[in-house]
Protein backbone atom coordinates (compact mmCIF):
# COMPACT_ATOMS: atom_id res chain seq x y z
CA UNK A 1 0.00 0.00 0.00
CA UNK A 2 1.01 3.72 -0.57
CA UNK A 3 -0.19 7.03 -0.19
CA UNK A 4 -0.80 8.69 3.42
CA UNK A 5 -3.47 6.64 5.03
CA UNK A 6 -1.04 3.17 4.80
CA UNK A 7 0.05 2.13 7.86
CA UNK A 8 3.74 2.06 6.18
CA UNK A 9 3.51 5.74 5.02
CA UNK A 10 6.44 7.63 6.16
CA UNK A 11 4.33 10.51 7.88
CA UNK A 12 6.36 13.70 9.28
CA UNK A 13 8.40 11.78 12.19
CA UNK A 14 10.46 9.67 9.39
CA UNK A 15 12.28 13.06 8.73
CA UNK A 16 13.45 12.88 12.80
CA UNK A 17 15.25 9.73 11.47
CA UNK A 18 14.53 7.12 14.33
CA UNK A 19 16.25 4.05 14.89
CA UNK A 20 13.98 1.57 13.84
CA UNK A 21 13.83 -1.25 14.43
CA UNK A 22 15.05 -0.49 17.76
CA UNK A 23 17.84 -2.72 19.15
CA UNK A 24 17.54 -6.00 20.44
CA UNK A 25 20.03 -7.15 22.60
CA UNK A 26 21.35 -10.16 25.38
CA UNK A 27 21.61 -9.34 28.80
CA UNK A 28 23.55 -11.83 29.99
CA UNK A 29 22.21 -12.39 33.78
CA UNK A 30 23.10 -15.36 36.28
CA UNK A 31 20.27 -15.21 38.48
CA UNK A 32 18.14 -15.69 35.34
CA UNK A 33 20.43 -18.13 33.59
CA UNK A 34 20.45 -20.10 37.00
CA UNK A 35 16.44 -20.55 35.87
CA UNK A 36 17.31 -21.43 32.18
CA UNK A 37 15.75 -18.14 31.00
CA UNK A 38 17.54 -16.25 28.49
CA UNK A 39 16.68 -11.97 28.88
CA UNK A 40 16.77 -9.65 26.12
CA UNK A 41 16.81 -6.13 26.09
CA UNK A 42 14.73 -4.68 23.26
CA UNK A 43 16.05 -1.00 23.15
CA UNK A 44 13.02 1.29 22.66
CA UNK A 45 14.95 3.97 24.57
CA UNK A 46 17.60 4.33 21.52
CA UNK A 47 14.43 4.76 18.94
CA UNK A 48 15.06 8.66 19.03
CA UNK A 49 16.91 11.09 21.61
CA UNK A 50 13.98 13.29 22.21
CA UNK A 51 10.88 11.00 21.55
CA UNK A 52 12.19 8.27 23.48
CA UNK A 53 10.95 4.99 23.62
CA UNK A 54 7.50 4.00 23.46
CA UNK A 55 6.49 7.73 23.13
CA UNK A 56 7.73 7.52 19.28
CA UNK A 57 5.90 4.78 18.87
CA UNK A 58 2.83 6.09 19.95
CA UNK A 59 3.32 9.76 18.93
CA UNK A 60 4.51 9.39 15.02
CA UNK A 61 1.07 7.98 13.58
CA UNK A 62 -0.49 11.10 15.51
CA UNK A 63 1.76 13.67 13.97
CA UNK A 64 0.81 11.82 10.30
CA UNK A 65 -2.84 12.43 12.07
CA UNK A 66 -2.76 16.08 13.20
CA UNK A 67 -1.31 17.18 9.65
CA UNK A 68 0.14 20.37 10.56
CA UNK A 69 -2.50 21.27 13.18
CA UNK A 70 -1.78 22.58 16.24
CA UNK A 71 -1.36 19.61 19.40
CA UNK A 72 -2.87 19.50 22.14
CA UNK A 73 -2.60 16.96 24.79
CA UNK A 74 -2.84 16.78 28.61
CA UNK A 75 -0.02 15.25 31.45
CA UNK A 76 0.86 15.55 35.31
CA UNK A 77 4.02 17.84 36.03
CA UNK A 78 6.61 15.22 35.17
CA UNK A 79 4.59 13.75 31.86
CA UNK A 80 7.34 11.82 30.04
CA UNK A 81 4.53 12.24 27.13
CA UNK A 82 4.05 16.20 27.43
CA UNK A 83 7.96 16.33 27.04
CA UNK A 84 8.14 13.80 23.65
CA UNK A 85 5.14 15.93 22.12
CA UNK A 86 7.01 18.96 22.98
CA UNK A 87 10.11 17.86 21.67
CA UNK A 88 8.28 16.43 18.37
CA UNK A 89 6.70 20.12 18.26
CA UNK A 90 10.00 21.79 18.14
CA UNK A 91 11.67 19.09 15.80
CA UNK A 92 8.64 18.97 13.42
CA UNK A 93 7.38 23.02 13.74
CA UNK A 94 4.37 22.36 15.00
CA UNK A 95 2.83 24.45 17.70
CA UNK A 96 1.93 22.35 20.72
CA UNK A 97 -0.52 23.03 23.65
CA UNK A 98 -0.10 20.59 26.53
CA UNK A 99 -2.32 20.79 29.41
CA UNK A 100 -0.69 20.19 32.96
CA UNK A 101 -2.82 18.62 36.19
CA UNK A 102 -2.61 21.24 38.93
CA UNK A 103 -3.16 24.45 38.72
CA UNK A 104 -0.80 25.64 42.13
CA UNK A 105 1.92 24.60 39.42
CA UNK A 106 0.82 28.05 37.64
CA UNK A 107 2.17 29.98 41.09
CA UNK A 108 5.66 28.32 41.25
CA UNK A 109 8.96 27.93 39.33
CA UNK A 110 8.14 25.46 36.47
CA UNK A 111 9.55 22.00 37.52
CA UNK A 112 12.79 20.64 35.43
CA UNK A 113 10.61 18.59 32.99
CA UNK A 114 8.05 21.25 32.60
CA UNK A 115 10.85 23.79 31.84
CA UNK A 116 12.09 21.25 28.88
CA UNK A 117 8.46 20.95 27.63
CA UNK A 118 8.71 25.41 28.03
CA UNK A 119 11.85 25.33 25.89
CA UNK A 120 10.47 23.28 23.83
CA UNK A 121 7.91 25.76 22.12
CA UNK A 122 5.10 24.04 24.29
CA UNK A 123 2.55 26.86 25.51
CA UNK A 124 1.39 25.73 28.85
CA UNK A 125 -2.09 26.03 30.09
CA UNK A 126 -2.74 24.65 34.57
CA UNK A 127 -6.10 23.25 35.39
CA UNK A 128 -7.43 22.76 38.16
CA UNK A 129 -7.60 18.56 39.67
CA UNK A 130 -11.35 18.64 38.69
CA UNK A 131 -11.55 20.09 35.47
CA UNK A 132 -8.81 17.77 34.28
CA UNK A 133 -10.41 14.86 35.66
CA UNK A 134 -13.00 15.77 33.65
CA UNK A 135 -11.64 16.45 30.07
CA UNK A 136 -12.57 14.44 27.91
CA UNK A 137 -16.34 15.59 28.28
CA UNK A 138 -17.20 17.33 24.96
CA UNK A 139 -17.82 20.73 26.84
CA UNK A 140 -14.95 21.02 29.17
CA UNK A 141 -12.71 20.04 26.23
CA UNK A 142 -13.94 22.91 24.02
CA UNK A 143 -13.72 25.03 26.93
CA UNK A 144 -10.31 24.19 26.99
CA UNK A 145 -9.74 24.57 23.36
CA UNK A 146 -10.91 27.97 23.28
CA UNK A 147 -9.09 28.74 26.29
CA UNK A 148 -5.78 27.93 24.88
CA UNK A 149 -7.01 29.52 21.47
CA UNK A 150 -6.92 26.51 19.85
CA UNK A 151 -10.11 25.29 18.88
CA UNK A 152 -8.98 23.76 15.51
CA UNK A 153 -6.30 21.65 17.55
CA UNK A 154 -5.68 17.93 17.05
CA UNK A 155 -6.00 16.62 20.59
CA UNK A 156 -4.22 13.51 21.93
CA UNK A 157 -5.46 11.96 24.99
CA UNK A 158 -3.66 12.23 28.07
CA UNK A 159 -0.50 9.65 28.41
CA UNK A 160 -0.91 9.69 24.16
CA UNK A 161 -3.00 6.01 23.97
CA UNK A 162 -5.21 6.88 21.39
CA UNK A 163 -6.23 4.16 18.62
CA UNK A 164 -3.35 5.88 16.37
CA UNK A 165 -0.91 5.08 19.06
CA UNK A 166 -2.02 1.56 19.80
CA UNK A 167 -2.02 0.82 16.13
CA UNK A 168 1.97 2.15 16.17
CA UNK A 169 2.69 0.09 18.95
CA UNK A 170 1.84 -3.34 17.27
CA UNK A 171 5.43 -2.59 15.28
CA UNK A 172 7.14 -3.18 18.58
CA UNK A 173 5.32 -6.98 18.48
CA UNK A 174 6.34 -7.18 14.92
CA UNK A 175 9.68 -6.54 15.68
CA UNK A 176 10.38 -8.81 18.61
CA UNK A 177 8.53 -12.32 15.94
CA UNK A 178 10.96 -14.99 16.10
CA UNK A 179 12.83 -13.77 19.28
CA UNK A 180 11.56 -14.06 22.08
CA UNK A 181 8.30 -16.02 23.73
CA UNK A 182 7.46 -13.48 26.16
CA UNK A 183 7.58 -9.54 25.70
CA UNK A 184 6.74 -7.85 29.04
CA UNK A 185 6.09 -4.66 29.13
CA UNK A 186 5.65 -1.60 32.33
CA UNK A 187 1.95 -0.47 31.64
CA UNK A 188 0.44 3.33 32.59
CA UNK A 189 -2.77 3.58 30.53
CA UNK A 190 -2.03 0.30 28.55
CA UNK A 191 -1.50 1.86 24.97
CA UNK A 192 1.55 0.05 24.60
CA UNK A 193 0.71 -3.17 25.91
CA UNK A 194 -2.11 -3.23 23.45
CA UNK A 195 -1.03 -2.77 20.74
CA UNK A 196 2.87 -5.13 21.66
CA UNK A 197 0.34 -8.18 21.98
CA UNK A 198 -1.51 -7.65 18.89
CA UNK A 199 1.74 -7.10 17.04
CA UNK A 200 3.59 -10.79 18.08
CA UNK A 201 3.05 -13.63 16.51
CA UNK A 202 0.80 -16.17 17.69
CA UNK A 203 3.07 -18.24 19.80
CA UNK A 204 4.08 -15.45 21.28
CA UNK A 205 2.69 -13.54 24.63
CA UNK A 206 3.07 -9.86 26.04
CA UNK A 207 3.04 -9.38 29.81
CA UNK A 208 2.05 -5.94 30.90
CA UNK A 209 3.57 -4.60 34.58
CA UNK A 210 0.66 -1.75 35.84
CA UNK A 211 3.16 0.80 37.53
CA UNK A 212 -0.08 2.54 38.79
CA UNK A 213 -2.36 1.00 41.68
CA UNK A 214 -5.69 0.49 40.80
CA UNK A 215 -6.30 -2.64 38.48
CA UNK A 216 -8.52 -1.02 36.25
CA UNK A 217 -6.52 -1.65 33.50
CA UNK A 218 -7.92 -5.00 31.97
CA UNK A 219 -11.03 -3.24 30.51
CA UNK A 220 -9.09 -0.43 29.35
CA UNK A 221 -6.89 -2.96 27.27
CA UNK A 222 -9.65 -4.72 25.85
CA UNK A 223 -11.32 -1.10 24.85
CA UNK A 224 -7.90 0.13 23.23
CA UNK A 225 -8.04 -2.75 21.13
CA UNK A 226 -11.64 -2.28 20.26
CA UNK A 227 -10.93 0.72 19.19
CA UNK A 228 -7.90 0.39 17.51
CA UNK A 229 -8.43 -3.03 15.84
CA UNK A 230 -12.41 -3.64 16.02
CA UNK A 231 -12.15 -6.48 18.44
CA UNK A 232 -8.89 -8.30 20.62
CA UNK A 233 -6.41 -9.48 19.03
CA UNK A 234 -2.74 -11.78 20.66
CA UNK A 235 -2.12 -13.09 23.68
CA UNK A 236 -1.49 -10.32 26.95
CA UNK A 237 -1.82 -10.96 30.84
CA UNK A 238 -1.19 -8.65 33.37
CA UNK A 239 0.59 -8.99 36.97
CA UNK A 240 -0.50 -6.41 39.54
CA UNK A 241 2.19 -6.82 41.87
CA UNK A 242 4.69 -4.90 41.19
CA UNK A 243 3.37 -1.31 41.08
CA UNK A 244 5.28 -0.73 44.55
CA UNK A 245 2.32 1.29 46.20
CA UNK A 246 1.49 3.41 43.38
CA UNK A 247 2.65 5.54 40.44
CA UNK A 248 5.98 7.01 41.39
CA UNK A 249 6.57 5.06 44.54
CA UNK A 250 10.20 3.92 44.43
CA UNK A 251 11.35 2.22 47.55
CA UNK A 252 14.80 2.26 48.60
CA UNK A 253 15.03 -1.25 47.64
CA UNK A 254 13.29 -0.80 44.13
CA UNK A 255 16.54 2.06 43.52
CA UNK A 256 18.78 -0.46 44.98
CA UNK A 257 17.52 -3.50 42.28
CA UNK A 258 17.25 -0.51 39.48
CA UNK A 259 21.47 1.09 40.09
CA UNK A 260 22.63 -2.70 40.78
CA UNK A 261 21.12 -3.33 37.29
CA UNK A 262 22.57 -0.34 35.96
CA UNK A 263 25.55 -1.67 36.92
CA UNK A 264 25.68 -5.40 35.68
CA UNK A 265 24.25 -3.94 32.08
CA UNK A 266 25.35 -0.70 31.48
CA UNK A 267 21.63 0.21 30.80
CA UNK A 268 20.05 3.37 32.46
CA UNK A 269 17.35 2.03 34.40
CA UNK A 270 14.28 4.55 33.98
CA UNK A 271 12.32 4.21 37.59
CA UNK A 272 9.10 4.97 36.90
CA UNK A 273 8.24 2.42 34.54
CA UNK A 274 11.36 0.13 33.53
CA UNK A 275 12.52 -0.31 37.09
CA UNK A 276 9.04 -1.84 38.23
CA UNK A 277 9.21 -4.15 34.81
CA UNK A 278 12.80 -5.20 35.00
CA UNK A 279 12.11 -6.08 38.80
CA UNK A 280 8.87 -8.05 38.36
CA UNK A 281 10.87 -10.35 35.66
CA UNK A 282 13.26 -10.91 37.75
CA UNK A 283 10.51 -12.13 40.71
CA UNK A 284 8.64 -13.90 38.57
CA UNK A 285 11.91 -15.82 37.30
CA UNK A 286 12.85 -16.69 40.54
CA UNK A 287 9.19 -18.08 41.56
CA UNK A 288 9.80 -20.44 38.74
CA UNK A 289 7.42 -18.91 36.68
CA UNK A 290 8.52 -19.46 33.19
CA UNK A 291 9.68 -22.71 31.84
CA UNK A 292 13.63 -23.50 31.39
CA UNK A 293 14.68 -22.21 27.82
CA UNK A 294 12.54 -19.19 27.79
CA UNK A 295 13.63 -16.34 26.13
CA UNK A 296 11.96 -13.04 27.79
CA UNK A 297 11.94 -9.45 26.10
CA UNK A 298 11.65 -6.52 28.41
CA UNK A 299 11.11 -3.82 26.68
CA UNK A 300 12.68 -0.81 27.79
CA UNK A 301 10.99 2.21 27.38
CA UNK A 302 12.34 5.09 28.30
CA UNK A 303 15.29 6.40 29.89
CA UNK A 304 15.69 8.30 32.76
CA UNK A 305 15.18 11.96 32.64
CA UNK A 306 17.08 14.37 33.57
C1 LIG B 1 4.58 6.36 29.16
C2 LIG B 1 5.49 5.29 29.56
C3 LIG B 1 5.05 3.96 29.75
C4 LIG B 1 3.60 3.56 29.73
O1 LIG B 1 3.05 3.43 28.45
P1 LIG B 1 1.48 3.17 28.29
O2 LIG B 1 1.29 3.01 26.84
O3 LIG B 1 0.78 4.40 28.82
O4 LIG B 1 1.08 1.99 29.08
C5 LIG B 1 6.00 2.99 30.04
N1 LIG B 1 7.30 3.31 30.19
C6 LIG B 1 7.76 4.58 30.03
C7 LIG B 1 9.19 4.85 30.25
C8 LIG B 1 6.87 5.60 29.72
O5 LIG B 1 7.32 6.85 29.59
Known amino acids: MTGPDSPDAPGPAAALRPRLPSPLTEAADGRFAR ?21 WRKLAPNLTAAAGRTVLTFGGAYSNHLRATAAAGRLLGLPTVGVVRGQ ?23 VDRATYRRKTEPEVLAALLRAAEAPEAYVVPEGGSNAEAVRGCRDLGAELAGHADVAAVACGTGGTLAGLAAGLAPEQRALGIPVLKGGFLDGEIRRLQDRAFGGPRGTWSLDDRFHGGGYARVSPELDAFAADFEDRHGLPVERLYVAKMLHALLTLTEEGAFPRGTVLAAVVTGRPFP
Do not use: Q
Open 35 to 55: RGVRLLLKRDDLIHPALVGNK
Open 104 to 126: ELADRPLNPSLARCAADGMRLRF
